[in-house]
């Protein structure tokens, strides 16, 4: 259930979140977090959301992908083995403190790490999902490692 409102308040403020946190001096910025950025999503529904893949992103399907971000936990636990990785830290999102919505994706690593509230730097295959994103997150880290 947790996991589901992050989904839904992550899928609704996308889009206008590069524009909140252009400011913000913790916000993660890289080439890769502007390729998932680059996600559009359809609502057919009011309870649906899918996402709509670009080349950009496509082409990274399947493969080994990085991203540094922040450690947003969907288990109470010093121990992380499934979480969402942010562009902000927790303290400055949206249903955590304060700024709006950031951009996340699910990461599922292969051996549980450390919860902590500095950036860290992840490895692991791009999955992309074509599912409703309101229940089944669209873009995810599987196997991911944490790289020095």
């Known amino acids: 259930m947790i996991f589901a409102g992050l989904m839904l308040c992550t899928l ?4 206008q979140s590069a524009q909140q946190h252009a400011l913000l001096k913790d916000q993660m ?3 890769n977090w502007g390729i998932i950025g680059s996600v559009k999503f359809r609502s057919p529904k009011a309870d649906e959301y899918y996402a709509v893949y670009n080349e950009m992103i496509s082409r990274f399907a399947g493969r080994q992908f990085e991203l540094q971000g922040y450690i947003v936990p969907i288990k109470n636990g010093m121990k ?5 990785l942010s562009t902000l830290p927790i ?3 949206f249903y955590c ?6 951009t996340m994706i699910m990461v599922e690593m292969a051996e549980p790490v450390k919860f902590t509230f ?8 791009l999955k992309l999902d074509d ?3 309101a229940v089944y997150p669209p873009i995810s880290l599987l196997g991911a490692v944490q790289s020095p």
Do not use: E, L, Y
């Not at 403190?97 to 950031?102: C, D, H, L, Q, S």
């Open 80 to 84: 992380q083995s499934k979480f969402m």
């Open 118 to 125: 500095k950036p860290v730097t992840i490895k692991g295959t």
């Open 91 to 93: 303290n400055q999102c």
């Open 29 to 31: 910025d890289s080439m």
């Open 131 to 133: 599912r409703n994103a």
């Open 12 to 15: 609704t403020g996308w889009a």
């Open 97 to 102: 403190g304060k700024n709006g919505i950031p």
